[in-house]
């Protein structure tokens, strides 16, 4: 069997939201549970949002929860580098656009954002949902070239079909199936030459043999799409397992950018490390025995991705449950028992 390889990938952007470390938790459980490699990747190239002190504070994050990872930044490896602004550097991912390109899973665009615009306002005049049609889809290689050549300024596009579907397996919503036609080819490579989000987590995968991505599912209607990437360069696609959002209340995720909970937060409030992951662990999850107190270690054995349930972890109705709970010295998980604890929390 193939060994499993997973990855936490986070951007250093200030602190570790509880969501973030979920699926910190969740990546390190699946490699972990099967023997596997827990690889930590930077994902550093959204300059504008950087904190400085950010990547410290990630790793003690993980080190203070007893996630500690195999191969990454600050202890190395054998699939280097593992800070994405150090491998855009090497050019690796202009280099895979332009392959993919020629491998006709992706086109160069001209368009101007004004081109994008018209479209966009002749959609809402209709009333039909936006979906850019791109005239440059047909260009030749060679119009193309030449254009860049005369030093236009460019985006990579991918290519979608416009017809048949695609689908996939997730480990916890089922089968996934999609109409090629609702995709829209997204930016892969922008004007700046910078890789989308999603462009550079497909080839930092590829390229570090990950086996199986934890994410949120809001990237479940997005996958199909950069599966097609991976089948036109004949590439294995890794397993997935999408988790439900960590939700504030009944219609609010919790979100890093509105301040919410943190695991800094948390600690400050007097809540042990294991205590947070073990909550953590629960939230969207739940196991089939009456047990509520896990270990990392029992973790790793009872957790399986099938079991994950399809339900939204909600922070606030199992805020109490974690408030009752305050030292179970034979697992070392408990909170410091504080007065400002449960009254703030
Ligand atoms: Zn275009």
């Given at each position: 069997m193939e060994k499993v390889r997973t990855r936490f990938a986070p951007s250093p952007t200030g602190y570790m939201h509880i969501g973030n470390l979920r699926t910190a938790l969740y990546e390190y459980l699946v490699a972990k549970k099967d023997d596997g490699t827990f690889i930590l990747r930077i994902e550093d190239t959204d300059q504008e949002r950087l904190v400085e002190g950010a990547v410290d504070l990630i790793y003690s994050t993980l080190k203070e929860c007893g996630l500690?990872?195999?191969?990454?930044?600050?202890?190395?490896?054998?699939?280097?580098?593992?800070v994405q602004s150090e491998r855009m550097a090497s050019g690796i991912y202009k280099e895979y656009a332009e392959k993919l390109i020629e491998l006709g899973g992706a086109h160069y665009c001209f368009c101007s954002e004004d081109d994008i615009h018209h479209q966009k306002e002749e959609a809402e005049a209709k009333g039909v949902s936006f979906k850019y049609n791109d005239p440059?889809?047909?260009?030749?290689l060679e119009e193309a070239r030449q254009r860049i050549a005369n030093g236009e300024k460019y985006v990579v596009r991918q290519n979608i079909p416009l017809t048949g579907t695609t689908s996939f397996e997730d480990e916890v919503y089922g089968h996934i199936e999609v109409e090629n036609s609702i995709l829209d080819e997204s930016?892969?490579?922008?004007?700046?030459g910078f890789p989308t989000y999603n462009f550079a987590n497909i080839i930092d995968d590829h390229m570090m043999n990950i086996t199986h991505v934890v994410r949120g599912n809001e990237y479940l209607s997005s996958t199909p799409k950069y599966n097609l990437v991976y089948q036109t360069f004949g590439w294995n696609i890794p397993k997935y397992i999408h988790l439900p959002p960590v939700m504030k209340d009944e219609h609010h995720k919790l979100s890093k950018r509105n301040g919410d909970a943190s695991f800094q937060d948390l600690v400050a409030k007097g809540y042990l490390p294991a205590a947070i992951l073990n909550y953590i662990a629960l939230l969207g999850w739940s196991p089939e025995?009456?047990?509520?107190i896990y270990s990392l270690d029992e973790l790793k054995k009872s957790?399986?991705?099938?079991?994950?349930?399809?339900v939204a972890g909600d922070l606030r109705y199992r805020k109490t449950d974690m408030d009752e709970r305050h030292v179970y010295p034979q697992y070392g998980i408990?909170?410091?028992?504080?007065?400002?604890a449960a009254a703030s929390a």
């Open positions: 500690e990872h195999d191969e990454g930044p600050d202890i190395g490896g054998d699939y280097g580098s593992y440059c889809h047909n260009m030749t930016i892969l490579l922008k004007s700046d025995t009456e047990q509520e957790l399986l991705c099938g079991a994950h349930q399809q408990g909170t410091v028992p504080s007065a400002g």
